[in-house]
């Protein structure tokens, strides 16, 4: 086995395996809370332990604790813990100390975590404070935390003797960091004497404060150590409403109301206590009750907030089931920690005479009775949600938000999306995710279906449809931005400048109907926020359009101006790649001045490559053909993919190909395969070049005619739609040229 300073002097392949664990290690601490990230553990510890490094496959072990300690898996927190243990039992002197005295020490933390689920055994937690309890003793470090987690174990199970043991072995260890009478020992303290003696914890509490120079009323917001005196002055509240003596915690609270801002006192105090000290302050009581709904899992765990929100929202609406159902969840918990603690009943006994003390009798709850929806969790969660807290978000649900008791759900609802853009969506799917997603209050799912909706219906060349289901995405921006992902966001941003292209290069699209959907993304962002650059583009795109020159030279000077001081924000280059596009019928200088800008500064390879094209078309129009072989180099690394050219058209390619049509004839069917379906008319270019290609080097090819009929019918429904010739002149003039009659 490697000892922890034995590491450093490793050399060879041996070396390069441990570093290698070491790394590994690293990025795990940095991956989601997940079940992934366990199993990412689990193989750690196995590839440190098969290595002989025992003080990696401590820290693993210890960050598979962590992990499931953080999602609430206390079971398995548990036993990843005792994992740790064997670890420690079996090779502790292979350890670094630090890590070995973090391990040991942190048993105080993992008792007042996992003590909170009754269903994990009395045996089994007092079990594995025993084990730890006997390796600190037998390396000679700090007893106080397993004094601390003896303590944490005996007020849960009721025991008030061995709490009261059990706390002061703690406070008189030989400890500097527990100093009796401190604010943030007394936290401690006072949590647990509360939970056996509320009566002796007030008194307790009381002198502590007295002796701190503390007295009733305002706290010294000067005072070293104020985010305690914080917490312990909420607990004083709830002592005395214990004690019968609401007024004084509502005294209390409204003090701390005077000093502190509500986000505040939430950092600094216990939810439960907080909502009681808070209680008849309706308005913040609830708001905060409503944020707690979010986070509790609405099972066994947690019992005490479980009942303080209970009672908040019974006092908001005793004629709603919510609080009762929330509180019948907490007389479940409250019981089985009885059960377990096998020595009282004052969890109960806290539960009616405390939590319910002054409420109406609890209603008759038939759902309780109902195994399919009170035995699954999930859908328990959801039926107690349903009954008030969904209904009361106004504004959308976003996933950090979202209630950790229906994360299933919610996480199912989610991956829905992802069938939209796997599979051909069919319209009776779309509808019952968006409802889905609505009675959960899942904006970000209802905009997501909607925008991956418009755009099938873009692919197979419905751009009415595609418009109009955009539409319904600006306007959820409008009234709900905050709830929809920032990437799902930035999605529907970035391709505005292309649904714009596509929607005005159908003809079945009005120019009025654009025009809308342009003036409505104006005021999404005006509202909320994002890139203007893209703005200009969009309303250049409409200019280009419509052949007016002067409209498209003002606003590419204004798109110019806002790109500069939005670089960081888009993707800039593909941004000037699009300009390109705009400006390239009207001035093949400018628009290779651009792509050359492009080619400088980016290092991105799609961005080069349609950069490269459009200087190479820019030379081509003076006769010099020297940059299509580095083109044509480009097109063969993407195995002839045009899709990989980014923002430069195809017909642009299909138009180098005429500089060597024997051999670069390929270049046309690879354009055609660009092409969403047949006819498309946003492709016209495609179509006129194709057939340009294809009357002048293969006369005797069919699809030349009918490309070239393509393009004409194409132009003159476009200048139907815009009221002018203006695609009609550049079909004949830029396109097709020598080849506009019929042979």
Known sequence: MIRYDEVADLEGEQAIRVRALIDRSSAIWDMPLDRGTAEAWEQQVADCEAEGVPHLAASARYGQYSLFSQTGKAQEALEAYARLMQIIARYGDHLHPDNLA????????????????????????????????AQIRERGLDLGEAFLAKAELAADFGDRDATLQHL????TADNDYWQPGSPYSSVYENSMLGRVDPQLALRTLEQRLAALGVGPGLL???????????????????????????????QIGDELREQFELDRLIDEIEAQDLLVVLEHRRDEAEEFADHLLSQLYLDDT???????????????DPANDEGWLLFKIAENAAKLHDERGGVATRHQDELREFWLEGLPDAPKLDVVDNAEVWGDPQARAEHILRAGWLPRQTQGVSVDRAPVSMNKRYHETMMAVQELSEESTQPELVDKIIARAQELRLTTVVFGTLFLGAMQHAVVGNNRAMLEGLTHTQRLRLDDNDAIEPGVRAAAEGGYVDVVHQALGDPDVSID????FITLEHEVRAKVGGPTSQLALGQAQVAAQLGDVDALKEL?????????HERERVDEHKLMLQAAGLVAPFSPDYAAELASQVLAETHDAEHRRAALAWVAWHELLDGRTDRVSEVVAG??????DLSEFGSVPASVLVQLAETNPDELA?????????????GSPADIDIFATVAHFLLTNRPADPRGPKFRADAQRIADALDARNGNRFQGWRLHTQWLRDVQQEG
Do not use: C, K, M
Not at 111 to 116: E, N, P, R
Not at 168 to 171: A, K, T
Not at 308 to 315: D, E, H, N, T, Y
């Open 102 to 133: 973090t391990f040991l020490e942190s048993i105080s933390t993992v008792a007042s975590t996992l003590v909170d689920d009754p269903s994990i055994p009395r045996a089994q937690l007092e079990q594995v404070v025993g084990l730890v309890e």
């Open 168 to 171: 002061n072995e703690w406070l």
């Open 220 to 250: 010294d917001p000067n005072h070293p150590e104020l985010a305690h005196l914080v917490s312990l002055r909420a607990r004083q509240g709830v002592l005395y409403a214990r004690a019968g003596q609401r007024e004084v915690a509502a």
């Open 302 to 316: 947690n019992w005490r907030t479980t009942a303080a929100v209970a009672r908040v929202r019974v006092l908001a």
């Open 513 to 516: 109907s654009v025009a809308e």
């Open 556 to 564: 590419l000077t204004t798109f110019t101006r806002w790109l500069e």
């Open 635 to 640: 097109i063969e690394e993407v195995e002839r």
């Open 666 to 678: 390929w270049i046309v069917d690879a354009a055609l395969e660009t092409v969403d379906y047949e």
